[in-house]
């Protein structure tokens, strides 16, 4: 989960305090008082889902046990029950979702075997779409359906498989699930990371919720995604980049598939209209510098000439004669000033300047230019 991992070691420190920070409490009013101004938190919205305490979990497996009891050996499912202690130290306490498992593969053999594939480090498409196929049947018992789904899908966003996790994910619902955190959480994680911005702000938003009593890295990481993908631009150089880097992560488990390659027409796409709105800025800024230079050439109402013409002046047209003399070497240079002037020609005006000058300069030595 490489933006996790980012943005953690980036900003978390930052962010630390702001992550800790407990529920706002609403002070009780003095008698003879009027009540105390609310709190932030007393205008916010009632969380839409709750976190099932242990004892709610222990109950729910308890059932799924006495339905399964007639399919299981009767060793198997006592040693489950008494996994499950009604008065269980706090220390001792395992992750919920991990116990819930752990209880379903004992009993159950299909679990155990998607579980195990898990653990031997293979969550291939094929093992999902294997355990998918009974974990979609009506028959399933629905806690178990539910828990194991759950597990996979988190199980899934651990291995940088965010279409598979999201596909398992997507459907379940947080106010039966046995550890809605860890649902919502790896929900947004893989909707993040797949750019999908305004359903992954929705699922973080609804984490965010239950603000102060999720656990600690939930929230702080929630935070940090939540910011990130807000501020994430579409069609930027940033989102293009993370596209890209998709493409390689779905490259990196071999998958070449008609989902990469829209991935990648995609960012083909994005870089073509970035490279054309590139090329048209420039040519508007030459065409403007260019005009900005060209104030000679400006008609009356400081537009440029449409066409070349003659003006169209109101003058007679004469112009004083002025004596140049009648010496036989009037505008002929030295050959040495003739070079310095063109090479000064050269470094201000257009080239076809130079070319021009340098034709007239010869009609004037072979006597074709009359003066």
Avoid at 122 to 136: E, K, R
Wanted: one cysteine or more; aromatic letters at 4%; glycine letters at 8%.
């Amino acid at each position: 989960m490489e933006p996790v991992r980012f943005l953690c070691a980036a900003l978390i420190a930052s962010l630390s305090v702001l992550a800790v920070a407990g529920p706002a409490v609403r002070a009780a009013p003095q008698h003879g008082q009027p009540d105390a101004v609310l709190s932030d938190r007393d205008l916010e919205r009632p969380p839409s889902w709750s976190i099932p305490t242990r004892a709610d979990v222990r109950r729910r497996m308890n059932e799924w046990l006495d339905r399964a009891a007639g399919q299981a050996a009767a060793a198997d499912v006592a040693a489950v029950r008494e996994s499950w202690p009604e008065h269980e130290p706090a220390e001792a306490a395992s992750d919920v979702l991990d116990h819930v498992i752990d209880s379903f593969s004992r009993i159950d053999a299909r679990t155990a075997a998607a579980r195990q594939s898990i653990v031997d480090g293979s969550p291939t498409s094929a093992m999902a779409a294997a355990t998918i196929d009974w974990l979609n049947d009506p028959a399933t018992d629905t806690f178990q359906r539910e828990a194991v789904r759950l597990w996979l899908g988190r199980e899934c966003v651990r291995h940088d498989r965010f279409d598979d996790g999201l596909a398992i994910l997507a459907d379940l619902d947080p106010t039966t699930s046995v550890d809605p955190a860890a649902l919502l959480f790896h929900r947004a994680a893989c909707q993040h990371w797949l750019l999908e911005s305004d359903v992954a702000v929705e699922s973080l938003d609804r984490l965010l919720e239950r603000s102060g009593e999720i656990p600690v890295r939930y929230e702080r990481v929630a935070r940090l995604l939540r910011a990130d993908i807000a501020a994430l631009e579409d069609e930027s150089l940033d989102h293009i980049a993370r596209r890209m880097r998709d493409i390689t992560r779905r490259l990196d488990l071999g998958r070449p598939g008609p989902k990469t390659l829209a991935v990648q027409d995609g960012v083909i796409d994005s870089l073509d209209k970035m490279i054309k709105a590139i090329e048209e800025q420039q040519q508007q800024q030459q065409s403007q510098s260019s005009s900005g230079a060209g104030g000679g050439g400006r008609s009356g109402n400081g537009t440029p000439m449409d066409d070349s013409r003659i003006a169209g002046g109101k003058g007679a047209g004469e112009v004083t004669k002025r004596d140049l003399g009648d010496s036989d070497g009037w505008g002929k240079l030295p050959p040495h000033k003739r070079e310095e002037a063109l090479q000064q020609i050269g470094r201000e005006f257009p080239a076809h300047y130079r070319e021009a000058i340098e034709q007239y300069f010869k009609r004037l030595a072979s006597g074709e230019e009359k003066r």
